[in-house]
């Protein structure tokens, strides 16, 4: 049995969602009279679902959530069959398995979302575990989703790594004791993603799968 | 007539259409089938489309580049109707004009592109001078469009000032001789329109508006 695991992010980051996300949180709010720029939603994809209404709207969000959340469900719905894998995705979660190290995939994603992303991604024999939104008390940038895997896993922090793409992972991460090392494809900047303390930020699954032997996951490789 | 004008970029700034534009560019890279990240199309936009696809795919840009226009236009085509502009972008027109400058908009973007967006905008009262991308040589970031603009007002750079979302638009400011002020709509970070060279960065055209009299737009106003 290893004991290390690598914790992978799945929107932005093994598949190319968060535009899709934003996208589809930019109608929601639309259908709600709410004109927010597209960017701003943008850069809170990754958050939970709940506290990005109430981040975006403060006190009106408690009258308008239901409906936004509903609303924001059809339109992802609409798009996910859009959502595909990035270049190198699957060899990736593949090499970090032939290391020696367990896969887990761990979101803020709920079940709805995340099974035609899981389909999409392909990698069903490559996963050891998956966390979901539905499963933790609170979605990043809280840590639960992290700290229900290592949990599951019996594995303390040190243990893991974190591979994401926003600084919601980051953060959930650091809270949980974990490192965190982030690709761009989510449509964040290097320079975010370090200053929020990424260990490191990757262009993309298919760079991090060149450098992975190099890189701050190699130390939990059993071989 | 007035002896300034403020020249302002479309996308992104006065209208919410980057990530728009990002997804249609991210299908018609597909339509190719050409895997490209959407984020590495969505910090391109705001350049001339030829050099998007030339930057992106390097060599193989000459044989698939047709293809991927024609196939980018029918899909942004099919998006355009979800244009929207920000809140306060016809107000910030309106306070710039009330205060004796001409208003400019001055943009990449063709003109079949532009038609529905200056129709979404509904601001053709507010208007002084359109300069869109296929009056000029070559698009941002090569600094035509400003030239083009400035001599067809027949004012010098040290009249005008531009106002844009990406580093697109400031690089082709700078290169004109224009400073060129910034908001965060287009969904670049603060920290790259500083980097690229812009004179100060805002939220959005709400923010902007607020702070106009003390903008670097400012010594440009009449009264």
Redesign the interface.
Request: net charge negative; no cysteine.
């Given at each position: 049995m290893p004991n290390s695991a690598i914790l992978f992010d799945i929107d932005?980051t093994l598949l190319?969602t968060?535009?899709?996300h934003?996208?589809a949180w930019?109608?929601a709010f639309?259908d709600a009279g709410q004109?927010v720029?597209?960017?701003?939603l943008?850069?809170r994809v990754g958050m939970g679902s709940d506290l990005l209404i109430q981040d975006v709207l403060g006190p009106r969000a408690e009258r308008l959530s239901e409906q936004i959340s509903a609303s924001r469900q059809r339109h992802f719905d609409a798009l996910s069959a859009?959502a595909?894998p990035?270049?190198g995705a699957r060899e990736l979660l593949a090499a970090v398995r032939a290391r020696g190290a367990l896969v887990v995939l761990a979101t803020s994603a709920g079940q709805r979302d995340l099974a035609p992303l899981l389909d999409a991604l392909g990698a069903a024999g490559l996963v050891d575990e998956v966390v979901n939104g539905d499963e933790v008390g609170a979605a990043k940038p809280r840590p639960d989703v992290f700290l229900v895997a290592m949990q599951k896993l019996n594995l303390g922090p040190e243990r893991c790594v974190a591979v994401g793409d926003t600084i919601w992972d980051v953060a959930a991460a650091t809270r949980s004791g974990i490192g965190c090392v982030c690709v761009?494809?989510?449509?964040t900047?290097r320079?975010?993603l370090l200053e929020a303390g990424a260990l490191a930020v990757y262009d993309?699954t298919a760079a991090l799968l060149t450098g992975l032997d190099g890189s701050p996951l190699s130390p939990l490789f059993a071989r």
């Open positions: 932005g190319d968060n535009y899709l934003a996208l930019r109608r639309l004109n720029p597209t960017a701003e943008h850069r859009e595909l990035f270049d761009r494809t989510g449509g900047t320079h975010e993309d």
